[in-house]
């Protein structure tokens, strides 16, 4: 009995193996290549993406460009024109008589006080006009002629300091910004690159601080008639009030809710995601870990090599948004005007068609497993009803083999089956053809 047992389990286990094993080998097989097939999409999916922010951002680079290289020329030619109307005014020179200023640094706020020479166009001098309402010789002409801000200046002293005589360009106040300057030496102690080329004879053109803004501007050395520098005239128009080119970048989309942005050296938005933060102060701005992110990212900015895309991942959260979430940004440093521009999108949107797949991938694989465990349950029952009826007509003529064998010849033949008789009468038929073979082998070894 207890052998007749130990068959069944054979049975069993061997059914069930025949059963789930291929099962499990095609199961493992499928897992192992649904997770290559998954870490091969991930990272195509992850370098497409970086792909499409790094093409952004390139596109935005070189749209930045082009904008500086068409105002610059657009400059340039305003610049004539201011020339050309200054000709014909009869030219810049100062006379003999002075005038008091009250002289304000732009960039400090500190005032200091100035006996000036009084600064003549033709034979009349400039005034000290600061209502925007009072016409202006030559600034106002240039305006209404080109549209961009004008400005004449007048040395101060031998450094080169240069002192607004006559101007457009407002405070913001709204009255001509006037008795302002631009020091030589600019708060970092570096020379002001305007005033330095300047007193070098060579007109200025590129980007420039103008009172409280930033501009695109050309200026070029005022002489006297002994060719001495005795100011410079300027012509400018404010980087952002480019409105085509901040439009252009306000509507780029990265994913689903990413977007471009653009900071400058000090960590001040200068475009942000639909202008709701424009000149918003941001550089205190902290992680989770107390790292000044912003400034980070500036830092980094400022030393790529022109043309090098930076990263920089960092929890963020926009005006409105119930929390912040983690965000990958890549980014550009624009030497020319300063700014660091970047394009970026929330990691999980980044990451989407990844996460997807990934749990696409768990879904199948725990279907896999399912199917696995109740194949192998299904197996262990089917192959148990095999087994016993299998085993049954063995323990049968097992059983009567014990008997026979013990000489109880109680057993009377009406008691087994037909099937048990034919059983029996094959093994005996066994046994007889056995008996046989080996008497025959023994009369063999006789007659030897």
């Not at 040395?155 to 006559?166: E, H, K, P």
């Not at 000090?266 to 000149?279: A, F, L, N, P, Q």
């Not at 300063?338 to 749990?359: N, S």
Request: positive net charge.
């Amino acid at each position: 009995m207890f052998g007749t047992m130990k068959l069944q389990l054979k049975l069993v286990i061997i059914g069930c193996l025949l059963v789930v094993l291929p099962q499990t080998i095609v199961g493992f097989i499928t897992f192992f290549q649904n997770k290559s097939t998954l870490k091969a999409t991930v990272e195509e999916t992850t370098r497409l993406a970086y792909a499409d922010l790094d093409y952004k951002l390139k596109a935005l680079y070189i749209l930045i460009a082009s904008h500086q290289e068409v105002i610059e020329k657009n400059i340039k030619s305003a610049l004539n024109v201011a020339r050309e109307i200054v000709s014909h005014g009869g030219g810049f020179s100062t006379d003999e008589r002075t005038v008091s200023w009250d002289a304000i640094n732009q960039f400090s706020l500190a005032t200091s006080r100035h006996e000036l020479p009084r600064m003549k166009l033709g034979n009349s001098w400039l005034g000290q006009v600061s209502d925007p309402n009072t016409p202006v010789p030559v600034v106002d002409r240039v305006q209404e002629t080109v549209s961009v801000t004008c400005t004449i200046f007048q040395r101060m002293n031998v450094s080169g300091d240069m002192l607004r005589v006559a101007t457009n360009v407002t405070k913001k106040d709204g009255t001509r910004a006037i008795g302002t300057f631009i020091p030589s030496v600019n708060p970092d102690g570096k020379p002001n690159p305007v005033i330095a080329s300047v007193m070098k004879g060579e007109t200025f053109t590129g980007r420039a601080y103008v009172v409280n803004n930033w501009y695109i501007a050309s200026y070029e050395p005022i002489r006297d008639a002994g060719n001495k520098i005795i100011g410079m005239l300027y012509v400018g128009i404010p980087i952002e009030s480019v409105k085509s080119l901040r439009q252009s970048i306000m509507e780029i989309q990265v994913g689903k809710t990413g977007y471009a942005w653009v900071l400058d050296s000090k960590g001040y938005y200068v475009i942000s995601k639909d202008g709701k933060r424009d000149g918003e102060d941001i550089s205190a701005a902290k992680d989770d870990d107390g790292n000044l992110f912003v400034m980070e990212m500036v830092n980094k900015a400022k030393v790529l090599k022109p043309g090098e895309i930076g990263e920089q991942k960092y929890p963020w959260k926009n005006i409105g948004e119930p929390k912040a979430r983690m965000k990958v940004s890549r980014f550009i440093y624009y030497a020319p005007w300063d700014w660091t521009i970047g394009v970026g999108t929330y990691t999980d949107e980044f990451m989407d068609t990844a996460i997807r797949l990934e749990a696409s991938a768990k879904e199948s694989s725990i279907t896999l497993f399912s199917v696995l465990i109740v194949s192998l349950a299904a197996a262990v029952l089917i192959w148990m009803v095999v087994a016993k009826r299998i085993t049954q007509p063995i323990i049968k003529l097992t059983d009567a083999a014990e008997k026979m064998s013990m000489g109880d010849l109680s057993m009377k033949i009406d008691t087994l089956s037909m099937d048990e008789i034919g059983t029996l009468a094959k093994a005996i038929k066994r046994m007889q053809n056995s008996l046989k073979m080996a008497m025959d082998r023994v009369q063999k070894q006789k007659q030897a």
